[in-house]
């Protein structure tokens, strides 16, 4: 590690991984910054665009549709690196609406159809968006308006939107 914390064998390692998705398509092109005490770290992988010919710098502009969840994610990640917080344990304590909940007993079931969850939800799955909601991120192509779409789905599938699509 150097003065300022930093490994540079971890730094490595993020690097690989992060090239990694770059290379295998996932996205075209990243930034990644690490900051700890007076040492900064960053790396510029990639394009800003799909096919394009102009490359990542690390004075690129994101656009970033919700900053609320980066920020809290961050400051999540500080209190497990002060071990105020461990990624595994449960987050009922902090969160008692998602404690005791209930999920289908099959992913074909009649809403009312629940059984208890099998586990409580912890930090590293609300951190990795696996917290049990139904969500549908990709509209059926046989639909002609986003906007029809949700009186057009299953009733399970529209108990699964909690903001119907607008455009």
């Known amino acids: ?20 998705h770059v290379e295998r398509g996932g996205v075209p092109g990243l930034v990644t910054l690490v900051s700890r005490r007076d040492e900064v770290h960053f790396d510029a992988i990639g394009m800003m665009a799909a096919g394009g010919r102009d490359p990542m710098r690390r004075d690129t502009i994101f656009r970033i549709a919700s900053l609320t969840k980066p920020a809290t994610a961050v400051a999540a990640m500080i209190l497990v690196e002060e071990a105020k917080l461990r990624l595994d344990d449960p987050v009922d304590r902090w969160l008692p609406e998602l404690a005791d ?11 009312d159809d629940t059984v208890p969850a099998g586990r409580a939800i912890t930090l590293r799955d609300l951190l990795t968006f696996r917290l049990g909601h139904g969500a549908v991120m990709v509209y059926p192509r046989s ?13 399970r599938v529209r108990a699964c939107l909690r903001f119907p699509p607008t455009s």
Request: net charge positive.
């Open 1 to 20: 590690m150097s003065s300022g914390g930093l490994s540079k064998a971890r730094l490595g390692r993020m690097h690989e991984i992060m090239a990694g």
């Open 143 to 155: 639909t002609r308006s986003r906007r029809q779409w949700p009186r057009r789905a299953s009733p």
């Open 101 to 111: 909940r209930k999920v289908l007993r099959a992913i074909d079931a009649p809403l």
